[in-house]
Nanobody, 120 residues
């Protein structure tokens, strides 16, 4: 079973940057569309960004466009999310998952996530 381990979160001031990583346990990663999601306290989990298996195409939710960049290294089975110009409303637990491109549904069990807190 593929396991996902997110890391890189922390406390950052508004306007700051963080780089999240997601390590996958198997080479399944290299053939999967991958995505970052986030869940703020008291809210439903939401999609943040998607990247195709080759990295040739990506999608971002409007609220992060121009600030976040999703990327991947298939040789390392690792997904990244570079987050710049962070805002307090970006505060959430961030998760990665594989994404079924036909149904847009997450494919794997959720990892533990990584907490991002944007506060002065």
């Amino acid at each position: 079973q593929v396991q996902l381990v997110e890391s890189g979160g922390g406390l950052v001031q508004p306007g700051g940057s963080l780089r999240l990583s997601c390590a996958a346990s198997e080479k399944f990663f290299s053939i999967a569309t991958m995505a970052w999601y986030r869940q703020a306290s008291g809210k439903q989990r939401e999609l943040v960004a998607v990247i195709t298996r080759t990295g040739g195409s990506s999608y971002y939710v409007d609220s992060v466009k121009g600030r976040f960049t999703i990327s991947r290294d298939n040789a390392k089975n690792t997904l990244y999310l570079q987050m710049n110009s962070l805002k307090p409303e970006d505060t959430a637990v961030y998760y990665c998952n594989a994404r079924d491109p036909s149904t847009n549904s997450p494919l794997l069990a959720w990892g533990q996530g990584t907490q991002v807190t944007v506060s002065s």
